[in-house]
């Protein structure tokens, strides 16, 4: 995606994630993310004419009626249902709305409330295949297919539990100095290996823990005057869409097809980022979306996760992940991006990361086919 500018991203948020909800409904997670995000724009509520939402659990309601709910008439409305992709989906679309004169400020906001049974439920019925075909067979997806994946992976990079372990500890490091992230108590190498398996090879930290929680972010023109202060702007942005046909093996993520435009359109290599934010439902998906993204350019996996991820010398995941902060549902496509935004206006408190400028967030979603079906990347960069 070219020619981005004329759009700037100058509020970031996230609702504190909570393992058991209170009485909050899922409209009420993003009615407080909504607020807060304009509260830290600076932007006055009359001012939105663009809004995008994402929500597994807001049905029967759409993104209309939370307009009305929120008393706000955009020119400019998006549902989207993209998972993990769905944060950068819609920050496109909200850009080329801006860009198109369509929308001046647009909040996107996503977050789901979650009980033990709402997940159930949603993982059983994501779509038509996984209702027909995995849900008879009781595997409960999706931890059964990342178990699957991570074997193959383990397999074709002769990797052991422990290196996927050290990428799980050192993003546990990073969520320690989260005061947001749900799971902020040290671990080390050996609680992870002595925590027990749910899905060989995958064992209890392996698995994104299912929160309840929402987040949202402020796009605004250019010329507006919430983008004087310190913003983010894009430098690139690329998608790409069942790539494989549901027919590859997971070990290539759609990020692999789009990386070398991503990288030509920003004008940067790998090496200029100065933190990544990968969506990490699986520490598997972490080094494959890196390796994809050209941050293993010789191949070898384990030496990013030992020499790059563990040391720090690659910052990723600085909130601690969804693996230690927690997924909210549909919010878990937009967690990246808030903390990505976050870093790069100097708002990350303990754990910001030093002269942080340039930061890749991915996206990735809609597994229950098979694996993902939905890619996506976007470069940032502080203007501050």
Not at 64 to 81: N, S, T
Not at 204 to 232: E, K, L, W, Y
Request: charged content about 20%; some cysteine; glycine content about 10%.
């Amino acid at each position: 995606m070219r020619n981005l500018e004329g759009a700037a991203i100058v509020a970031a948020v996230e609702v504190p994630y909570a393992r058991h909800p209170d009485g909050s409904t899922t409209g009420d997670l993003l009615a407080r993310a909504f607020g807060e995000a304009l509260a830290e724009a600076g932007i006055a509520h009359h001012e939105v004419d663009g809004l995008g939402v994402s929500s597994f659990t807001l049905g029967p309601d759409h993104a209309v009626d939370l307009a009305w709910r929120f008393g706000i008439a955009p020119r400019w409305l998006m549902d989207d249902c993209l998972g993990g992709a769905s944060g950068i989906d819609l920050l496109q679309h909200a850009v080329r709305a801006i860009q198109a004169g369509d929308a001046n400020v647009v909040v996107l906001v996503s977050g789901d409330r979650f009980e033990p049974a709402d997940f159930t439920r949603l993982t059983e019925h994501y779509n038509l295949t996984t209702r027909t075909w995995l849900r008879p067979l009781d595997a409960g997806v999706p931890n059964s297919l990342f178990a699957m994946l991570t074997s193959r992976h383990m397999r074709a990079h002769a990797l052991t539990r422990a290196d996927y372990g050290a990428l799980v500890v050192a993003q546990r490091r990073w969520a320690g100095m989260n005061p947001g992230a749900v799971y902020r108590s040290a671990m080390t190498l050996d609680d992870y290996l002595a925590a027990p398996l749910v899905s060989d090879p995958l064992g209890r930290f392996d698995c994104v823990p299912v929160v309840s929680g929402a987040d949202a972010i402020v796009v605004v023109a250019a010329d507006h005057p919430a983008a004087r202060g310190p913003a983010v702007r894009l430098r690139a942005l690329r998608n790409r869409y069942n790539p494989d046909h549901q027919d590859g093996d997971g070990l290539v993520s759609g990020l692999a097809d789009i990386a070398p435009q991503l990288w030509q359109d920003a004008g940067l290599r790998p090496s200029d980022v100065d933190l990544v934010c990968v969506y990490d439902d699986y520490p598997v998906m972490v080094l494959i979306q890196l390796a994809d993204l050209g941050f293993a350019a010789d191949g070898d996996v384990r030496n990013l996760v030992h020499a790059k991820i563990a040391t720090g010398a690659l910052p990723v995941n600085t909130s601690g992940g969804q693996l230690s902060a927690g997924q909210a549902g549909a919010a878990g496509g937009m967690h990246g991006m808030v903390e990505a935004v976050r870093q790069l206006r100097g708002a990350a408190g303990a754990r910001q990361v030093e002269g942080a400028r340039i930061a890749a967030v991915t996206g990735y979603g809609m597994v229950e086919y098979r694996y993902g079906m939905c890619a996506n990347a976007v470069v940032l960069e502080a203007t501050r």
